[in-house]
């Protein structure tokens, strides 16, 4: 055995579950250094996917959760005062462009919109990343790639990507898996026996149809394997349900009240 291999392991790769051709698609958008949206509703994997991905073809993976007051500034970087010295500090797509990773940015359009602009450059034929406060122009690597990803559930006319701005990715619409599908990744995630997921997936399928009339969003797989979790440790399906598959959903008790009466309906 070398001596590099003392003590070294390969970094695991999360577990996911392809439904289509999603990562065929996006191993071309790599190989090509094509930016990548996913579109999807929340909790349907695709934070899951990217990872994934960037397990697999080998690549640092920076995520950034986005919200209403990040800034460029906390994409690009920033001096910072560190031992009475004013330092520059990078910045997590900085980061990523230098070392050639994947840059992941997690429900893009809840971020202001000076980051779109900064992300502009860096999804055509330059592939670069101008850093006005150091003078810096950064040449992206082959082996950097952009990923973004929004839930068109929440979309409004305040706060959706300009088309300008869209038809600079390829994009990739996420849905929650079919439901033999589904059962066997809540199965894998949370070591519920599989024939137990059925049941719990035919309730999220039941609990999505009432999304758009008393419930704002439906069961996310996430939330599922959150339920076949608390039931694998041996709570009563009864109160798991009711904690992650129910209380998470609304906060008014009429709905709650109807959601545990489809619940029973579903589950006999």
Known sequence: MSAAAIGTAEPAVPYYAPTGDECALFEQAFRHRLPLLLKGPTGCGKTR??????????????????????????????????GGDTVWTDGPLT???????????????????????????????????????????LHAP???????????????????LKPSTRQRFLALDFGFPPPEAEATIVAAESGLPRDRCV???????ALRELKGQDLEEGVSTRLLVYCAT???????????????????????????????????????
């Open 49 to 82: 996917f990217v990872a994934h991905m960037a397990a697999r073809l080998g690549r640092p993976l920076f995520t950034v959760a986005c919200h209403d007051d990040l800034t460029a500034a906390d994409l690009t970087g920033r001096y910072l005062l560190q």
């Open 95 to 137: 980061r990523a462009v230098r070392g050639g990773g994947i840059c992941y940015l997690d429900e893009v359009v809840e971020a202001r919109k000076d980051v779109t602009v900064v992300l502009h450059p860096l999804t055509d034929d330059r592939r670069v990343l101008p850093l006005e406060r150091t003078g810096e122009l």
């Open 142 to 160: 082959p082996e950097f790639m952009l990923v973004v990803s929004y839930n068109p559930g929440y979309q409004n006319v305040l706060k959706g």
């Open 199 to 205: 049941p719990l997936v035919r309730l999220a399928g």
């Open 230 to 268: 608390l039931i694998a440790a041996g709570m009563k399906p009864e109160r798991a349900i009711r904690a992650a598959m129910v209380e998470p959903l609304t906060d008014e008790p009429e709905v709650r009240q109807a959601l545990l009466r489809v619940a029973e309906i579903t589950l006999g």
